[in-house]
Structures are given as C-alpha cells and as structure tokens.
C-alpha cells in the first residue's frame, strides 16, 4: 500500500483544525455548510455554464463551482489563475435534488461562498546552496496530491507545525539541491523542506499549509513519486515517500 494512502483520509479533519486554530476571521460554518480544497480560474472555455463569474473555482475531487454570491466577497480579493484556496461553501438554494444532477451529469456546481482562505502557493526553487534558505526545523502533519480536474495542475499539499511567537515571520522553501549527482533515489524524485523562522522564540504551536504545482522533471515518465528531507522536530532529519 501507498505509503501516504493512509494520511488521505485525514485531510478535512485537518483542515478543520487548521482553520480553527489560526484563523479568526472564519465565520460560524453552521450544518449545512461544506468544506473543499481548490484551485481558482477565471477560464471556463472546457465547461459550459450558465451565468457569468468573474472566478470559479476546480475542486480537487474535479468540480467546478459557479460562485452566485461572488459580489459579496471582499473588495480587496483579485482572483488569480492557479491560486489555492481551502473553501466553505453552501449548495445556492434548497433543491437537493438539482444538487445531485450538477454533480452526476454536468460535475458543476452552484454555491454561496460562506468563507475563503487562501493557500500560500509556491514553486519548487532550485538551488545550489541550500542551507541560504533555512535550516530550522518543522513538524509535517499531512502531506499529499491533489488537483488535475478540468485541466488544472497537480499540486503537493503540505499541512506542517512550527514552533513561533509570530509566524508571520516564517517562511518555507520545497527546493531541489542542484549540488546532488542525480535527482533521483530508488526512482523517487528528491527534494528538500526548508523553513526559515528568522530568530523567532520557540512560544507555541502553530499550524500552516502551503501548495506546490507539480511540473517538469518531478513528473517525468518513469518518476515513482517524490522523496522530501525534512529536519522535523520530533525525529530530526527524516525522508517522506510519496507515491504517484
């Protein structure tokens, strides 16, 4: 078995609590209000839908949600192509039997944005002096693949625990080291988690999560999955095995 085939079906759990603990401005998502991860686009040229939206958004179990209530959203969001957001949302009107027929025939859906919250996205960066990027360490709680609906990316997702005062002071790096002879190990493809807390005191737990686009070499054909260095805290460093 896959050896993060075990981490999947932790992940709305950990969403939750990831959202609970470090994010104030979330709104009381109440019973009837669901939870999804998701990629932005303001290009719906593969899909027919009716209305026009200034974004939608391509889930990561491959739906594209029409945002109704899209004017209600904040002045300040600008939606951006391949932006990653975790989503609360609610079905737009009563009809539990339209929902359905979205979902088997068409796989679209029209919602009400209850909340968003933006992940940090990034690219994998390579380098050849890797210790310039941050050698503190950090806890990976969860880590997996998600995306690739409707023509979309593949993305890593990363949930990690830092140890921080203030951590928004923190950044974090997926990096290849190009001083390595070959990219691969056992077929894996070998990459590197780094986190830079730049003096920050040790004061309490804090959760965050961040999203890589999986392109190029990573997913050339005959690469098994990733291998990622991480110096944790709990075990020091540590390599995680990701199965495509």
Same mark, same amino acid.
């Given at each position: 078995?896959?050896?993060?085939?075990?981490?999947?079906?932790?992940?709305?759990?950990?969403?939750?609590?990831?959202?609970?603990?470090?994010?104030?401005?979330?709104?009381?998502?109440?019973?009837?209000?669901?939870?999804?991860?998701?990629?932005?686009?303001?290009?719906?040229?593969? %899909?027919?839908?009716?209305?026009?939206?200034?974004?939608?958004?391509?889930?990561?179990?491959?739906?594209?949600?029409?945002?109704?209530?899209?004017?209600?959203?904040?002045?300040?969001?600008?939606?951006?192509?391949?932006?990653?957001?975790?989503?609360?949302?609610?079905?737009?009107?009563?009809?539990?039997?339209?929902?359905?027929?979205?979902?088997?025939?068409?796989?679209?859906?029209?919602?009400?944005?209850?909340?968003?919250?933006?992940?940090?996205?990034?690219?994998?960066?390579?380098?050849?002096?890797?210790?310039?990027?941050?050698?503190?360490?950090?806890?990976?709680?969860?880590?997996?693949?998600?995306?690739?609906?409707?023509?979309?990316?593949?993305?890593?997702?990363?949930?990690?625990?830092?140890?921080?005062?203030?951590?928004?002071?923190?950044?974090?790096?997926?990096?290849?080291? %190009?001083?390595?002879?070959?990219?691969?190990?056992?077929?894996?493809?070998?990459?590197?988690?780094?986190?830079?807390?730049?003096?920050?005191?040790?004061?309490?737990?804090?959760?965050?999560?961040?999203?890589?686009?999986?392109?190029?070499?990573?997913?050339?054909?005959?690469?098994?999955?990733?291998?990622?260095?991480?110096?944790?805290?709990?075990?020091?460093?540590?390599?995680?095995?990701?199965?495509?």
């Amino acid at each position: 078995m896959k050896k993060i085939s075990n981490l999947i079906f932790l992940i709305s759990a950990a969403t939750l609590l990831l959202t609970m603990n470090s994010c104030s401005k979330w709104l009381d998502p109440g019973d009837e209000t669901k939870v999804t991860w998701g990629t932005i686009t303001t290009d719906t040229h593969q %899909q027919e839908v009716d209305g026009n939206y200034p974004f939608y958004v391509i889930t990561d179990d491959t739906l594209l949600f029409c945002p109704v209530n899209h004017t209600s959203i904040n002045e300040e969001f600008e939606p951006i192509d391949g932006d990653r957001l975790i989503l609360y949302y609610t079905i737009h009107g009563d009809d539990q039997q339209g929902e359905e027929d979205q979902t088997d025939e068409s796989n679209v859906k029209y919602i009400d944005i209850v909340q968003m919250h933006l992940v940090d996205t990034e690219d994998f960066i390579y380098t050849d002096q890797p210790d310039t990027l941050g050698t503190d360490r950090v806890e990976p709680q969860y880590l997996w693949f998600a995306g690739g609906g409707f023509g979309s990316k593949r993305y890593l997702n990363l949930q990690v625990s830092i140890q921080a005062m203030d951590p928004t002071k923190h950044s974090f790096a997926l990096i290849y080291d %190009q001083n390595r002879e070959t990219p691969l190990e056992d077929g894996y493809y070998c990459l590197e988690l780094r986190h830079e807390s730049d003096n920050d005191p040790l004061y309490t737990n804090y959760s965050t999560m961040m999203s890589y686009p999986l392109e190029g070499d990573c997913i050339a054909e005959g690469v098994k999955g990733l291998k990622i260095k991480v110096n944790t805290i709990n075990q020091g460093l540590k390599d995680f095995t990701l199965d495509y």
